[in-house]
């Protein structure tokens, strides 16, 4: 049972910064890719961000420059900076986690997921 629990969510004025946090916990054994993705109403889950364990990263292009990953390995924590937010940025952020158990088997574990939404 692993489990993720994300927070730093809230209502933003556009320009504003937001930092989430998501730390993995459980019964894990090792993670690989950490990711951020997000959901806005009535859209579809599009992937915001992702880091590996060695600290490479990926963005959405509507991202870039903006946002910034990043993790704490000693804690299984992954962290999504983001500035100067817009308000088409406003979404549920759901926390991603890759790894596998104490098996070896493939685990995937998603957040519960915290609101953020940007507006005047």
């Known amino acids: 049972q692993v489990q993720l629990v994300e927070s730093g969510g809230g209502l933003v004025p556009p320009g504003g910064s937001l930092r989430l946090s998501c730390a993995a916990s459980?019964?894990?054994?090792?993670?690989?890719?950490m990711g951020w993705y997000r959901q806005a109403s009535g859209k579809q889950r599009e992937l915001v961000a992702t880091?590996?364990?060695?600290?490479?990263?990926n963005y959405a292009d509507s991202v870039k420059d903006r946002f910034t990953i990043s993790r704490d390995n000693a804690k299984n924590t992954v962290y999504l900076q983001m500035n100067s937010l817009k308000p088409e940025d406003t979404a549920v952020y759901y926390c991603?986690?890759?790894?596998?158990?104490?098996?070896?088997?493939?685990?995937?574990?998603w957040g519960q997921g915290t609101q953020v939404t940007v507006s005047s």
């Open positions: 880091v590996g364990r060695d600290g490479s990263t």
């Open positions: 991603n986690v890759q790894g596998r158990s104490y098996t070896m088997r493939r685990q995937e574990v």
């Open positions: 459980g019964n894990i054994f090792s993670i690989n890719t």
